[in-house]
């Protein structure tokens, strides 16, 4: 019996529940409730009687009802209650069928903007076990009770079923489209890729895997499934050429498919922010005139270098930065030394003066004072004996001759501790104490954190000069020791220029930075960070007055001005397909104008890019825009192009477990389309790369004539030579050996080419080696949100992109004295060949057999970031790690072990 339609009786009444209305008969008149007041009705039961009330206040008393009577009248209004829950739900349902329904019927893919539309919509869930509580499951009707269930499932799982459906589908009916869109057909990844119409794609693609395949093809298939009219369309590039090839591309591939492609249109980004800017205010910016010549570091060196000459505290700060701080750790459990001392066979920091000091700190010292003109003796034994059977004598750090004072520099952090390593260091402190309290020595006294964090400098310049020394501040003073290297002049400004790009695209101004050093960032917060932030706000205004002289605007202005216009509503070009080319590359500003464009309901966006290659920090990229895609454009999708059409698998193998090491980075594989392995990446060890450079060409243009390696359409052979750096250029030999197209290229320039052959040259360790060390300034953290604080990240990412230029085989060319750190992991993982046979496996030679056999490398085990070589000291030769003297480790020469040397 259907309870919604049941009826009870008593001595003189009648009561019937309908879907309509409670109806009560008794001879005085008919009570009649409508179904809406009726659900607000409960009951209360007594011995002999239940009282039906409306919140609290008292409708009808019914004699003569049973106990059952009662339970089974107040399960019938309880079900009345759910009624409008119920048709909800099976509204909801039907809703949410007809959208399935359409989308299996149509092919079209149900987006994460529509899901999110039928979650918004969905009734409160739980309907069904409140219904079962009360055991009246059974009073559903088949539809109810589909509904009822239908609404507890997991509505994403459900879509997703059928965009599954879709997928398929697609895969199968639209194969011709897939295989003719482009030159060679779309792989499988690639299709499944243009099909997936969700809101949010992001697509990580492989270097090499097709990517402006994939975004040609998701074009033509948006218009030709009738998904955006062409006009609707709007692909984003990162510079001009990489515009113009997408355009040509799209006309090209639509033209030969059939497909009008009037409307699409590619454009860079800061080409779109200037007509963004342009529309919203009738007057279109221009950009400013240096950086139409280059990316802004010329006009940053020009505006430091007149600020030096007229404002003699800026250049003070200058100096003082480039020449003392911009070197100095941040950690004091950093420790790398640079030196040796010879007399003390102890490791350490070189200095201007010529001393090996013990510590950054102690360097910092040191060289502050030398550049004083602060006569001073390092570690000079004290004046009295104080040895005892716990300490041999005491050398205090520095002693000033010229004032008969002590000086003690301290490894103590903010906190007053030590470096994790010191043991009894408290103790050491007090004893150094008391021995000048006792002997009536003067003590002058810094710590680490002081003279980085605090006003340390300050105070050893005013204890001093107020006890006679005459400071000399002269910052040209010339160096005891060349190799104690301070950064570049240019370097400090491209680090300005870096800083810059960040915080112009994040709309940061002063507050906002010191609200970051304030917070998270306030590891950072101190003397040298102000010192620094003193200069970039001097620069900034600098350049802000240039820009309003010339009325003009930089890349950064322009990017956020667009933005604000596109999310505030103010202007909208009306595209609904956004298609967005190497992703990892966009800064703040670039994420925001995105967004703008996809402010409205009906927009799509498809970014494509690849983390392992976000190499370029310097202009501004953000890796966390791509890192939290979801945070910036919402819930979405992520695929992956993992096949690469360029190399080799041994080289897809050897630089993906590089890169991929960095947990921050998206984990993901990377496979070769081509069936053969390919020769294994190579390493030549020579302290002649020109030589070993030529050597390495002319074999391979020996085997191109013998047939050995066989040649392009062209009939030649593509090498790219790889450097870390301009200056590496004048590497190439001056005469190319015949059949071959060489062409050198620094990594950053040769980002999205390739070649047959690559030879990476500098696989060296230092300022100037790869990786960089002159590029990792914490300072710069303070200007980007999410810091990547894993070691060498950036160079890591920049050398995946040298190794995955190759199509055939790479080669990296190293000093054995001074091997790359990033070679000697390679060669402890195992990862490549060393002086081996290289890419042609019959040449009967190869580059590295010229000037005799050299032995196996080996990894130092002291500190894994160094090769055993061979030294020479009192007792002979012996083993010694390559990056002596940051590392000490020795192990004896064996007789019958060959010896490793350069040539």
Same mark, same amino acid.
């Given at each position: 019996?259907?309870?919604?339609?049941?009826?009870?009786?008593?001595?003189?009444?009648?009561?019937?529940?309908?879907?309509?209305?409670?109806?009560?008969?008794?001879?005085?008149?008919?009570?009649?409730?409508?179904?809406?007041?009726?659900?607000?009705?409960?009951?209360?039961?007594?011995?002999?009687?239940?009282?039906?009330?409306?919140?609290?206040?008292?409708?009808?008393?019914?004699?003569?009802?049973?106990?059952?009577?009662?339970?089974?009248?107040?399960?019938?209004?309880?079900?009345?209650?759910?009624?409008?829950?119920?048709?909800?739900?099976?509204?909801?349902?039907?809703?949410?069928?007809?959208?399935?329904?359409?989308?299996?019927?149509?092919? =079209?893919?149900?987006?994460?903007?529509?899901?999110?539309?039928?979650?918004?919509?969905?009734?409160?869930?739980?309907?069904?076990?409140?219904? =079962?509580?009360?055991?009246?499951?059974?009073?559903?009707?088949?539809?109810?009770?589909?509904?009822?269930?239908?609404?507890?499932?997991?509505?994403?799982?459900?879509?997703?079923?059928?965009?599954?459906?879709?997928?398929?589908?697609?895969?199968?009916?639209?194969?011709?489209?897939?295989?003719?869109?482009?030159?060679?057909?779309?792989?499988?990844?690639?299709?499944?890729?243009?099909?997936?119409?969700?809101?949010?794609?992001?697509?990580?693609?492989?270097?090499?895997?097709?990517?402006?395949?994939?975004?040609?093809?998701?074009?033509?298939?948006?218009?030709?499934?009738?998904?955006?009219?062409?006009?609707?369309?709007?692909?984003?590039?990162?510079?001009?050429?990489?515009?113009?090839?997408?355009?040509?591309?799209?006309?090209?591939?639509?033209?030969?498919?059939?497909?009008?492609?009037?409307?699409?249109?590619?454009?860079?980004?800061?080409?779109?922010?200037?007509?963004?800017?342009?529309?919203?205010?009738?007057?279109?910016?221009?950009?400013?005139?240096?950086?139409? =010549?280059?990316?802004?570091?010329?006009?940053?060196?020009?505006?430091?270098?007149?600020?030096?000459?007229?404002?003699?505290?800026?250049?003070?700060?200058?100096?003082?930065?480039?020449?003392?701080?911009?070197?100095?750790?941040?950690?004091?459990?950093?420790?790398?030394?640079?030196?040796?001392?010879?007399?003390?066979?102890?490791?350490?920091?070189?200095?201007?003066?010529?001393?090996?000091?013990?510590?950054?700190?102690?360097?910092?010292?040191?060289?502050?004072?030398?550049?004083?003109?602060?006569?001073?003796?390092?570690?000079?034994?004290?004046?009295?004996?104080?040895?005892?059977?716990?300490?041999?004598?005491? =050398?205090?750090?520095?002693?000033?001759?010229?004032?008969?004072?002590?000086?003690?520099?301290?490894?103590?952090?903010?906190?007053?501790?030590?470096?994790?390593?010191?043991?009894?260091?408290?103790?050491?402190?007090?004893?150094?104490?008391?021995?000048?309290?006792?002997?009536?020595?003067?003590?002058?006294?810094?710590?680490?954190?002081?003279?980085?964090?605090?006003?340390?400098?300050?105070?050893?310049?005013?204890?001093?000069?107020?006890?006679?020394?005459?400071?000399?501040?002269?910052?040209?003073?010339?160096?005891?020791?060349?190799?104690?290297?301070?950064?570049?002049?240019?370097?400090?400004?491209?680090?300005?220029?870096?800083?810059?790009?960040?915080?112009?695209?994040?709309?940061?101004?002063?507050?906002?930075?010191?609200?970051?050093?304030?917070?998270?960032?306030?590891?950072?917060?101190?003397?040298?960070?102000?010192?620094?932030?003193?200069?970039?706000?001097?620069?900034?205004?600098?350049?802000?007055?240039?820009?309003?002289?010339?009325?003009?605007?930089?890349?950064?202005?322009?990017?956020?001005?667009?933005?604000?216009?596109?999310?505030?509503?103010?202007?909208?070009?009306?595209?609904?397909?956004?298609?967005?080319?190497?992703?990892?590359?966009?800064?703040?500003?670039?994420?925001?104008?995105?967004?703008?464009?996809?402010?409205?309901?009906?927009?799509?966006?498809?970014?494509?890019?690849?983390?392992?290659?976000?190499?370029?920090?310097?202009?501004?990229?953000?890796?966390?825009?791509?890192?939290?895609?979801?945070?910036?454009?919402?819930?979405?999708?992520?695929?992956?192009?993992?096949?690469?059409?360029?190399?080799?698998?041994?080289?897809?193998?050897?630089?993906?477990?590089?890169?991929?090491?960095?947990?921050?980075?998206?984990?993901?594989?990377?496979?070769?389309?081509?069936?053969?392995?390919?020769?294994?990446?190579?390493?030549?060890?020579?302290?002649?790369?020109?030589?070993?450079?030529?050597?390495?060409?002319?074999?391979?243009?020996?085997?191109?004539?013998?047939?050995?390696?066989?040649?392009?359409?062209?009939?030649?052979?593509?090498?790219?030579?790889?450097?870390?750096?301009?200056?590496?250029?004048?590497?190439?030999?001056?005469?190319?050996?015949?059949?071959?197209?060489?062409?050198?290229?620094?990594?950053?320039?040769?980002?999205?080419?390739?070649?047959?052959?690559?030879?990476?040259?500098?696989?060296?360790?230092?300022?100037?080696?790869?990786?960089?060390?002159?590029?990792?300034?914490?300072?710069?953290?303070?200007?980007?949100?999410?810091?990547?604080?894993?070691?060498?990240?950036?160079?890591?990412?920049?050398?995946?992109?040298?190794?995955?230029?190759?199509?055939?085989?790479?080669?990296?060319?190293?000093?054995?004295?001074?091997?790359?750190?990033?070679?000697?992991?390679?060669?402890?993982?195992?990862?490549?060949?060393?002086?081996?046979?290289?890419?042609?496996?019959?040449?009967?030679?190869?580059?590295?057999?010229?000037?005799?056999?050299?032995?196996?490398?080996?990894?130092?085990?002291?500190?894994?970031?160094?090769?055993?070589?061979?030294?020479?000291?009192?007792?002979?030769?012996?083993?010694?790690?390559?990056?002596?003297?940051?590392?000490?480790?020795?192990?004896?020469?064996?007789?019958?072990?060959?010896?490793?040397?350069?040539?």
């Amino acid at each position: 019996m259907n309870i919604s339609e049941s009826t009870w009786s008593g001595p003189g009444w009648t009561l019937t529940v309908s879907g309509t209305a409670v109806t009560v008969v008794r001879p005085e008149g008919t009570m009649t409730v409508t179904a809406t007041a009726a659900r607000q009705l409960t009951v209360r039961r007594k011995w002999f009687h239940c009282s039906l009330y409306d919140q609290g206040h008292l409708v009808l008393r019914l004699h003569g009802i049973s106990r059952a009577g009662s339970a089974s009248l107040e399960r019938a209004l309880f079900r009345l209650s759910l009624d409008p829950a119920i048709d909800a739900a099976v509204s909801w349902h039907d809703s949410v069928a007809r959208v399935f329904l359409g989308a299996k019927t149509h092919q =079209r893919w149900v987006p994460r903007e529509t899901l999110d539309l039928l979650l918004a919509s969905r009734p409160p869930q739980g309907l069904l076990a409140r219904v =079962r509580a009360v055991g009246l499951e059974g009073t559903l009707t088949a539809e109810e009770r589909d509904a009822l269930v239908f609404l507890d499932a997991d509505l994403a799982r459900a879509a997703a079923s059928v965009n599954d459906a879709v997928m398929e589908s697609e895969l199968v009916s639209r194969r011709e489209f897939f295989d003719t869109i482009e030159k060679t057909p779309l792989t499988d990844e690639q299709a499944r890729a243009v099909i997936c119409f969700d809101s949010r794609v992001q697509v990580l693609a492989a270097a090499g895997s097709g990517k402006t395949s994939l975004m040609v093809a998701r074009g033509a298939y948006a218009v030709t499934r009738g998904l955006v009219a062409p006009e609707r369309i709007l692909l984003l590039a990162f510079n001009r050429d990489a515009a113009s090839e997408l355009q040509e591309r799209v006309e090209a591939r639509f033209a030969a498919a059939g497909i009008d492609p009037t409307g699409v249109r590619a454009s860079t980004f800061h080409s779109f922010g200037l007509e963004v800017i342009g529309r919203a205010t009738g007057v279109k910016p221009r950009l400013a005139s240096w950086l139409d =010549r280059g990316d802004g570091v010329e006009m940053i060196e020009r505006i430091v270098d007149e600020r030096r000459d007229r404002d003699p505290q800026f250049r003070r700060r200058w100096d003082l930065y480039r020449l003392l701080f911009a070197r100095a750790p941040v950690d004091i459990e950093e420790h790398e030394p640079d030196g040796w001392d010879p007399d003390k066979k102890e490791n350490g920091y070189r200095t201007f003066g010529g001393d090996v000091v013990r510590s950054h700190g102690e360097r910092l010292i040191a060289d502050f004072l030398y550049l004083n003109g602060v006569t001073y003796e390092y570690e000079r034994p004290y004046l009295h004996t104080v040895a005892d059977s716990s300490h041999s004598q005491y =050398r205090p750090d520095f002693y000033y001759p010229e004032i008969d004072v002590w000086h003690e520099h301290w490894a103590l952090d903010r906190d007053g501790n030590p470096p994790s390593s010191f043991r009894n260091y408290a103790e050491s402190m007090q004893w150094k104490r008391a021995i000048h309290a006792k002997n009536g020595t003067t003590l002058i006294e810094t710590t680490f954190a002081g003279v980085l964090w605090g006003d340390g400098l300050t105070r050893l310049a005013r204890d001093l000069t107020r006890r006679g020394v005459t400071l000399d501040w002269n910052p040209d003073r010339v160096q005891r020791d060349e190799r104690a290297e301070p950064m570049k002049h240019e370097e400090l400004c491209r680090l300005v220029r870096t800083f810059m790009s960040h915080v112009k695209s994040s709309s940061w101004d002063k507050d906002a930075i010191e609200r970051r050093l304030d917070g998270d960032l306030h590891r950072l917060a101190g003397f040298k960070s102000r010192l620094f932030l003193q200069l970039y706000w001097t620069i900034a205004a600098d350049w802000e007055r240039r820009l309003a002289d010339e009325k003009a605007v930089d890349f950064e202005d322009m990017l956020v001005q667009a933005a604000d216009y596109l999310e505030s509503g103010r202007v909208d070009f009306g595209y609904e397909l956004i298609l967005v080319d190497e992703f990892q590359d966009a800064s703040r500003a670039r994420a925001r104008l995105v967004r703008g464009l996809l402010a409205k309901p009906g927009r799509y966006l498809l970014a494509v890019g690849d983390d392992w290659q976000s190499i370029n920090r310097f202009a501004g990229a953000d890796l966390s825009v791509m890192t939290e895609f979801s945070q910036w454009f919402g819930e979405g999708t992520q695929l992956a192009l993992t096949t690469t059409f360029r190399c080799p698998q041994t080289i897809c193998d050897v630089a993906s477990h590089f890169v991929s090491k960095n947990p921050k980075q998206f984990r993901k594989s990377m496979h070769s389309a081509r069936t053969e392995p390919g020769v294994p990446v190579d390493v030549l060890r020579s302290d002649n790369p020109a030589a070993t450079l030529a050597r390495y060409l002319e074999i391979l243009s020996e085997c191109v004539a013998n047939g050995s390696v066989p040649v392009s359409h062209s009939g030649t052979i593509t090498v790219d030579v790889l450097g870390r750096y301009h200056f590496e250029r004048s590497v190439l030999p001056r005469v190319v050996p015949a059949s071959l197209d060489v062409t050198f290229r620094t990594v950053h320039a040769a980002k999205g080419l390739e070649a047959d052959y690559v030879v990476v040259l500098g696989m060296v360790s230092g300022i100037y080696g790869f990786p960089s060390t002159a590029t990792d300034d914490p300072v710069v953290q303070l200007a980007m949100p999410v810091p990547d604080t894993y070691e060498h990240a950036e160079e890591r990412r920049l050398f995946y992109v040298a190794l995955t230029r190759a199509r055939r085989a790479v080669t990296l060319i190293t000093d054995p004295n001074r091997m790359s750190p990033f070679v000697v992991e390679l060669i402890a993982d195992h990862q490549v060949t060393v002086d081996g046979h290289t890419s042609w496996h019959d040449a009967g030679a190869t580059a590295s057999s010229e000037g005799g056999e050299l032995a196996p490398v080996q990894v130092c085990p002291g500190c894994e970031k160094g090769t055993l070589v061979e030294r020479s000291g009192r007792y002979g030769k012996f083993l010694g790690c390559s990056t002596f003297p940051r590392c000490t480790y020795t192990k004896a020469l064996r007789p019958e072990m060959p010896t490793p040397r350069s040539r």
